[in-house]
C-alpha cells in the first residue's frame, strides 16, 4: 500500500468519526455504551472537532512532495495514534465501552501499526 492510500484511508475514517461527533454525539456515542451528560456532549464535540482536522490535515498531506515535512506529519499522527490506542484499550479493559468499543481500539492499533510502518520501515517512500 502506498502512503498516500494509507493516508486517504486514515482521513476518512477520521472524518467519519469527527463530524459524527460533532453533529450527533448523543447519538454517536451510545452505541459504545456511553452515556453523554452536557459537558460530555461539549467534549464530544471538541474532541470530534479536532478528529476533523485531522482528517483534512491526513486529505491534505497525502500528496505533499516535501519528504521530510511529511515525515514529520507521519511522526505526529503515530504518536497521536499510539496514544490514542493505549486510550482505548484502556476504556475497554475497563469497561467502560460495550464490545463495539473493541472496533476502536483495532483502528487505533491498525492506524498506529500503519503510521509506524511508514515513518520507521518504509520512509522513503509515497
Known amino acids: 500500500m502506498k502512503l498516500s492510500s494509507f493516508l486517504a484511508i486514515k482521513a476518512i475514517i477520521s472524518l467519519v468519526y469527527g463530524i ?3 453533529l450527533v454525539p448523543a447519538a454517536f456515542l451510545p452505541l459504545y455504551g456511553i452515556t453523554l451528560d452536557p459537558a460530555g456532549a461539549f467534549m464530544a464535540r471538541a474532541v470530534g472537532a479536532t478528529l476533523i482536522g485531522i482528517g483534512l490535515v491526513c486529505w491534505f498531506a497525502r500528496n505533499i512532495a516535501d519528504r521530510a ?3 514529520g ?3 505526529a499522527l503515530f504518536i497521536a495514534d499510539t496514544i490514542g490506542f493505549i486510550v482505548a484499550l484502556h ?3 475497563s469497561s467502560l465501552m460495550n464490545a463495539l468499543g473493541w472496533s476502536d481500539v ?3 492499533l491498525l492506524l498506529a501499526l500503519g503510521l509506524g510502518y ?3 520501515l518504509k520512509p522513503n517512500t509515497s
Open 69 to 71: 515535512g511529511l515525515q
Open 20 to 22: 459524527g461527533m460533532v
Open 73 to 75: 506529519i507521519i511522526l
Open 118 to 120: 511508514f515513518r520507521f
Open 91 to 93: 476504556a475497554q479493559l
Open 106 to 108: 483495532g483502528i487505533w
